[in-house]
């Protein structure tokens, strides 16, 4: 069996350290994680994604799929499906890391199914999967201030009074999928 892991994100440096990247920002943190030496990422042509494939027993039971993406994020599910595809993963074996307004900032969760809360790239996987039936891991990043439009909240970077927090959410959610994987 093999679990792909997908980190949520937009590409390219203008969107690196946003809110809307967080779940991109786990890849590098399981990625940081994988023993006896860090893994690396590597583009995949043939989806257009970052990966890194990891044998069974470097960071889990399963065979192991660490996957970011190049494309934006409300276009996720054609490259999710197409990973999905390649590595003959069921969904029920797909994790999915993204922001998520309605927790609390630094609030990790993860499930299996459920709605989308608004996310677009949710939505574009959930179509591109045909079922709600993948698990979820939701960063919190909390509500914007005041009457800010989410859409800008999301896509500003993390204050750099937030980096050691980010740093520990990102520590509980890698400790999650670890979880989950074992």
């Known amino acids: 069996?093999?679990?792909?892991?997908?980190?949520?994100?937009?590409?390219?440096p203008k969107?690196?350290?946003?809110?809307?990247?967080?779940?991109?920002?786990?890849?590098d943190e399981l990625c940081s994680r994988v023993s006896p030496m860090p893994a690396t990422l590597s583009v995949h042509k043939r989806t257009n994604t970052e990966i890194a494939e990891l044998p069974a027993g470097r960071l889990g039971s399963s065979q192991v799929v660490l996957a970011r993406l190049r494309s934006y994020m409300n276009v996720s599910g054609g490259p999710v499906k197409a990973l999905a595809t390649y590595f003959s993963v069921a969904p029920a074996?797909?994790?999915?890391?993204?922001?998520?307004?309605?927790?609390?900032?630094?609030?990790?969760?993860l499930r299996t199914g459920g709605g989308d809360h608004g996310h677009n790239g949710l939505k574009s996987i959930t179509r591109s999967l045909g079922t709600r039936d993948y698990r979820r891991l939701a960063l919190g990043i909390g509500r914007p201030p005041g009457r800010m439009d989410p859409a800008a909240y999301?896509?500003?970077?993390?204050?750099?009074?937030?980096?050691?927090?980010?740093?520990?959410?990102?520590?509980?959610a890698a400790d999650e999928v670890l979880t989950a994987l074992r």
Do not use: S, W
């Open 1 to 12: 069996m093999t679990v792909l892991i997908v980190g949520l994100g937009n590409p390219g």
């Open 15 to 27: 969107y690196k350290g946003t809110r809307h990247n967080v779940g991109a920002m786990l890849i």
């Open 93 to 109: 074996d797909v994790i999915i890391a993204h922001d998520e307004l309605e927790l609390d900032f630094g609030a990790v969760r």
């Open 154 to 172: 999301v896509l500003k970077p993390f204050p750099a009074a937030e980096a050691a927090d980010v740093a520990i959410m990102l520590a509980d």
